[in-house]
């Protein structure tokens, strides 16, 4: 298919020659993959491709960008070789990093790009975000999305996008080794002979068949670990803050409490937010029953750690198995001590206590699977505007555009949610045809897609300046 997309260039961008190449699988691309985020007024603005007006009846319009080597993308935390690929197919600029960056070189990396490819470790904050002024679009090749402002991102015009559940499987299974772990003392036993002593001992170690497990946040990952619990045995009692039918004959209870107190063993679940966090404390281990263990790969801070640290020393608790922590190591190699959080030394110094590195969705499948689904979102947004998956953005998005549409454009345009916009948005169209339309709000942010055809080539840039002028602006996008 010849080119037959162009659009306003990003901001320092320059023009380039039509990329042809289209490598991105699993997904059905049938509008642009151009894209328009500059809201400089030293933006570069490109003729349409000599294609632009061309009219094929009823073929789907899948329009190439002009300039996709303008795309930078910055991938950080080693995320899959998948999503990366996904992007350098599409001719967007890849840089690939392994880690994590400090606060002050990531705003300098930031300032330059259009997608930020990240995992749990990166704090996207305000003050961070603040400084990317091409940004349009961040990918968290992950489940969790606390470590994003997300509120920020959205008035910014930054959609966001994450996996949501292609790792819960991982996270349940490894969970499942840790119950077992635990209640055989696993860890400890294969240290000691790691060391070179053998100590062979029953006292305190259990079948866990019988056992009662008690889930935190009763969710993909929670629901995924009760079907595998009940198969070896356990019984399965969960709590959670919306009523949720129980897989197997799993149970809610009314309260956290109630669980610590029914639990032998107890496992966290829920998302980082103020009211999970330190929602296992001292008050929480002292309702725990005697000897019980506690499990958390959900996020560091939902477990108070002096806490647990106080309840494994007076054999309150048995065991413990953290995956997760306040404060996570940049990339491998880094250390875990105190100079990172105050507690490591002691936590270290614990007996049956499973220390991992934030490893709970690493498995292949999950890495591999989260970098095409996430890939495939960001391309899907650079090229087409579709926010259909994105979690601080109203979800829009329109059939596609065909070429007997004649000179279609994409117009797509964030703004503040207040009244008469979409009055004046109309009054901008009014001269074209407008084939279809969506608009949609969430919270304070608004977004509109619209298709619209018989546009000449000289009008595309004063429709996008005449957008870029309305006191509603967040973020005008022209895709053609
Ligand atoms: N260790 C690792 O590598 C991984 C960790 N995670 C973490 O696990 C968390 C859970 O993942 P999913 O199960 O996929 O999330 P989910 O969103 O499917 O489920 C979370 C559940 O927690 C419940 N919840 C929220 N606040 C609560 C509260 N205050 N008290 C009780 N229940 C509450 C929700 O209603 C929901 O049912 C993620 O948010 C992420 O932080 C996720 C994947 C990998
Ligand atoms: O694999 C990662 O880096 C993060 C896993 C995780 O915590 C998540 O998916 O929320």
Redesign the pocket.
């Known amino acids: 298919m010849p080119s037959s997309a162009r659009d306003i260039a990003p901001r320092n961008s320059g023009a380039g020659a039509a990329d042809g190449r289209d490598g991105v699988h699993n997904l059905t691309r049938t509008v642009s993959n151009s894209l328009s985020m500059s809201t400089s007024p030293t933006m570069t603005f490109h003729s349409p491709p000599s294609s632009f007006g061309a009219r094929r009846l009823t073929e789907t319009k899948h329009l190439k960008p002009f300039n996709t080597q303008d795309i930078r993308v910055l991938l950080l935390?080693n995320v899959n070789q998948t999503g990366r690929k996904i992007m350098q197919d599409q001719g967007y600029q890849v840089e690939f990093l392994k880690s994590s960056l400090p606060e002050d070189q990531l705003i300098e990396k930031i300032k330059d790009v259009h997608v930020i490819g990240i995992?749990?470790?990166t704090k996207l904050t305000a003050n961070i975000l603040r400084h990317a002024k091409n940004l349009i679009v961040v990918g968290c090749f992950?489940?969790?999305t606390n470590q994003v402002d997300l509120s920020y991102a959205a008035s910014a015009g930054i959609a966001v996008f994450n996996s949501p559940f292609s790792?819960s499987r991982s996270v349940a299974e490894l969970v499942i080794a840790e119950i077992i772990a635990l209640a055989r003392q696993l860890g400890d036993r294969s240290n000691e002979l790691h060391r070179g002593t053998w100590h062979k001992v029953s006292a305190g170690c259990w079948e866990i068949r019988g056992k009662t497990l008690g889930i935190v946040g009763y969710g993909h990952i929670g629901s995924q670990l009760s079907v595998m619990a009940e198969a070896m045995g356990m019984s399965v009692i969960y709590y959670d803050v919306v009523p949720l039918m129980g897989m197997g004959t799993s149970r809610q209870v009314d309260s956290l409490r109630q669980l610590l107190e029914g639990a032998d063993f107890v496992t966290c679940h829920v998302p980082e937010t103020p009211e999970t966090k330190n929602m296992i404390g001292s008050e929480q281990f002292e309702q725990m029953r005697q000897g019980s263990y506690l499990i958390n790969a959900s996020r560091g801070t939902v477990v108070d750690i002096p806490a647990l640290i106080n309840a494994s020393r007076t054999g309150k608790i048995a065991g413990a198995a953290l995956d997760v922590y306040p404060n996570e190591p940049a990339g491998n190699g880094d250390y875990f001590n105190s100079g990172l959080n105050s507690w490591s030394d002691d936590l270290r110094s614990l007996k049956n206590v499973i220390l991992t590195p934030?490893i709970?969705?690493?498995t292949e499948e999950a890495q591999s699977a989260i970098g095409v689904e996430v890939g495939n979102y960001l391309v899907r947004y650079v090229n087409e505007g579709a926010t259909i998956g994105a979690v601080n953005m109203p979800e829009v998005s329109l059939r596609s555009m065909t070429m007997d549409e004649p000179n279609g454009v994409r117009v797509i345009y964030i703004h503040r949610n207040v009244p008469g916009v979409l009055r004046k948005v109309n009054e901008i169209l009014a001269d074209h045809n407008v084939d279809k339309q969506m608009t949609d709000s969430r919270g304070e942010v608004a977004y509109l897609m619209a298709d619209i055809s018989n546009v000449n080539t000289s009008e595309i840039k004063d429709l996008y300046q005449s957008l870029e002028e309305l006191s509603s602006r967040i973020r005008t996008r022209v895709l053609y």
């Open positions: 935390e995992r749990s470790k992950c489940i969790g790792n934030h709970g969705g690493s």
